[in-house]
């Protein structure tokens, strides 16, 4: 079970696909000691892995009290990052209060198109520092890749420069148009585009020699079932099932890409929520419409409930359209 809290909603970038519009600090963001009892919450509700987000959570100032304290309560301490602020000094610092990974974004082998896509023109430079200031501290890390229709063509490259540099895990996003992601949602791919690609990178992942994990592509498991390919992976779409998001100022949502929110931490334990909340119960029934409810794969990939809920005015059960499999499309 994997829990994601966006600590803060201030972020040094201006990412073009940000789900959350980052950028500066929200106003009433949880505190210290209210983010010390979402972490008691966390635990208690049984979550295992807890995912320290944004924004750009590294600039929160109580960064590794937070961590030591999740890291205390028998949580697995993670990082979405995107990697700029993760000085040789941040490193050490946070291995030492108990994190246990970094995720750092990285869109492109190009600099110069990475840092277009993410706000800041030196962007890939500091990244690239702080994934040695990583290695430096004995702190594992993955890259994480979201793929448009720029990138496509080089995300194979962009594998095998992940695997090159020591990573441990490969996810790769499929774009779904929230918060800034609105904005360039005619750079996503389209459905047969994007069951090509995502067999394509299944198949790729047969040699790399690292664990991939297509996110928010739920269908890479039918996929991985078709191909015979096995992977430690069990089910695609998380949302409400084994994973939920916290925002900055303790609203709690199935994932970072859905709306529907379950409650406000400040009103309830998070333990209670998660047992509880109304959103949380429908999607655990899996009672799915349209092509996702028929599909044979239904127990393995779900669909992505943030795109039915898109492209379906609001309702998280329908069918994920984005499936060429779920439209007929071989």
């Not at 301490?77 to 974004?105: C, D, Q, Y």
């Not at 904005?183 to 996503?188: C, G, K, P, R, S």
């Not at 890409?257 to 655990?284: C, H, K, Q, S, T």
């Amino acid at each position: 079970m994997i829990v994601s809290w966006m600590t803060t909603n201030k972020c040094n970038l201006k990412c073009k696909h940000c789900y959350q519009d980052a950028g500066e600090n929200k106003d009433a963001e949880l505190t210290t000691e209210e983010a010390f009892g979402l972490i008691d919450g966390i635990a208690r509700a049984g979550f295992k892995i807890m995912i320290f987000s944004g924004g750009e959570p590294l600039t929160r100032p109580d960064i590794r009290d937070l961590v030591a304290h999740a890291a205390g309560r028998g949580l697995r301490p993670v990082f979405g990052t995107n990697g700029t602020m993760i000085t040789r000094e941040a490193a050490e610092e946070l291995k030492k209060a108990g994190a246990m990974a970094m995720g750092i974004s990285v869109d492109s082998a190009d600099p110069a198109r990475h840092n277009e896509f993410r706000g800041l023109e030196n962007a890939f430079e500091l990244t690239l520092a702080g994934i040695e200031n990583c290695k430096a501290a004995g702190l594992p890390f993955q890259i994480h890749t979201t793929i448009t229709d720029w990138n496509k063509d080089e995300i194979f490259d962009i594998m095998d420069w992940t695997k090159a540099i020591g990573a441990v895990n490969h996810q790769i996003f499929f774009l779904i148009p929230v918060g800034r992601g609105k904005e360039i949602e005619d750079h996503a791919l389209r459905v047969a585009e994007y069951e090509t690609l995502l067999r394509r990178i299944m198949e790729k992942s047969r040699t790399l020699g690292i664990p991939v994990k297509p996110t928010c592509a739920p269908q890479f498991l039918r996929v991985a079932d078709q191909l015979g390919i096995r992977t430690r992976y069990t089910r695609g779409c998380l949302a409400g099932l084994d994973y939920c998001i916290v925002s900055p100022v303790g609203k709690v949502r199935p994932c970072a890409y859905m709306m529907e929110e379950a409650g406000d931490v400040r009103e309830a334990p998070f333990d209670e929520i998660w047992a509880n909340a109304e959103v949380f119960r429908r999607l655990r029934t899996r009672a799915y419409a349209g092509a996702c409810g028929k599909c044979g794969f239904n127990d393995r990939c779900g669909g992505c409930r943030a795109r039915a809920a898109y492209y379906h005015d609001g309702d998280y059960m329908q069918e994920d359209s984005y499936c060429a499999y779920g439209r007929g499309i071989r």
